[in-house]
Every structure is written in C-alpha cells, then in structure tokens.
C-alpha cells in the first residue's frame, strides 16, 4: 500500500494502546487523542512546501525556511474529527478549519450529510481530512468527494485506526489521497466497526455511551 503511511513511532504506539483499552476514562481518552494527533501531525505534514525569507537572528541575517503559499485546511469530519483538532491546531494554530457533518446509517452504513462549511479558497490550499477511523470508508470518501465538488485538489486523510475494507474503499474511489495512519486493523465486522479497534471514537471521547 505506497499511499498507505503508517507511523510506527513508539510513542505513539504506545499511546494508541493506552487509547484502545476500554477502561480508560473519558478525559483520559480526550487527553491521548490529542496526544497521538499532535505526534501524527508531524508525518501528515511532513512534504508541505517551502520557501524562504529573509529575517535577523541576534547575530546575524539569514535567507531561513518558511511554509510556502496558503495556510492550510484541516477538514474536520464530524463529530469525532474534532477530538483530532486541538492536537493539530497546537501544531499550525494559523490553520483554517472546515467542517463536514456525517452519520452513517445504521443498516446501509452509508454517510448521511447534515453540515459542510469550508474556507471559499480551498481550492488554493493544501487540506488535511480528518477522521479517527477509516473503517468501510463510506464517510470519508463522501467527505472528500464535497472538497473536491469545492475545488480542493491538494488532499491527504489523518486517522488513528484504519481497516484494510476502507483503505481498499479510498483507493477505489480516491485513489490521488494518500493516508496517514496509527495502525491498520485486521478486518471490519458485521456493524461496520474495524476490530480489534478501540470503539466508537465519538461516543468514548465525548462521553455519550
């Protein structure tokens, strides 16, 4: 899977198994999503582009390394893509958010749109999809199938978690959009959720089972 980066980095492995065991507390849970998406941030941004400009250190000038052209766009998929936005506004505070609003229905498992609301230049900027789980990768596909309607070209998808069905399912329909990710699972099962997993990312982070 070329397009597929998965960040083994020990801390975040580390963190991604406290972030899995069921007995973790919702604000322990808030805390290590944070966490890991800061760390993940590093790698979803790795290849931004850059230029220079010219400033003065105490000591001397210098032509010193910038990011080039527009902020970026972090798109929010919600409601547990915003788990994910502190941690990355920690790292780019100067970065636009968008938001999508997406439930998957309970028997076809298919996005069902609600909200949308992007910067009006997307289209001039690189766009981060945010979204805890790539699971059957109906939502996210959906998602980036509205960015793409609004002009976005310059995409890349952060999780936590993926299934091999969703990986399989962006690639089918979104094949330009590589993907950051924690781990990839072994398999879906019959609800759509990717075992062994760690849950409903939603309903853990903001304490709603």
């Known amino acids: 899977m070329p397009h597929v980066t998965v960040v083994d980095h020990p801390l975040v492995q580390h963190k991604l198994t406290l972030l899995r065991d069921k007995s973790r507390s919702t604000a322990g849970f808030r805390r290590l999503i944070k966490e890991v998406t800061l760390l993940l941030g590093y790698e979803v941004t790795r290849d931004l582009p850059l ?18 052209g527009k902020k970026l766009v972090f798109a929010s998929v919600l409601r547990a893509g915003e788990g ?26 298919e996005p069902v749109q609600y909200y949308f609301k992007a910067p009006d230049d997307i289209a001039d900027r690189p766009v981060i ?29 952060l999780c936590l978690l993926a299934a091999p069905e969703g990986i399989a399912a962006l690639d089918r329909r979104h094949p330009d959009v590589p993907i950051v990710t924690a781990a990839i699972d072994s398999h879906l099962n019959d609800h759509g959720y990717i075992v062994p997993g760690l849950g409903d990312a939603g309903d853990r982070m903001f304490g709603t089972k």
């Open 51 to 68: 230029t220079t400009r010219r400033i003065e250190t105490p000591l001397a000038e210098m032509e010193a390394p910038a990011l080039k």
């Open 84 to 109: 994910m936005i502190e941690g990355l506004i920690e790292l780019v505070p100067s970065a636009r958010i968008a938001h999508i609003g997406l439930y998957r229905h309970p028997q076809t498992l």
């Open 129 to 157: 999809v945010v979204d805890p789980m790539l699971a059957t990768g109906n939502s996210v596909a959906h998602a980036i199938d509205l960015l793409k309607a609004k002009g976005a070209t310059q995409l890349r998808l």
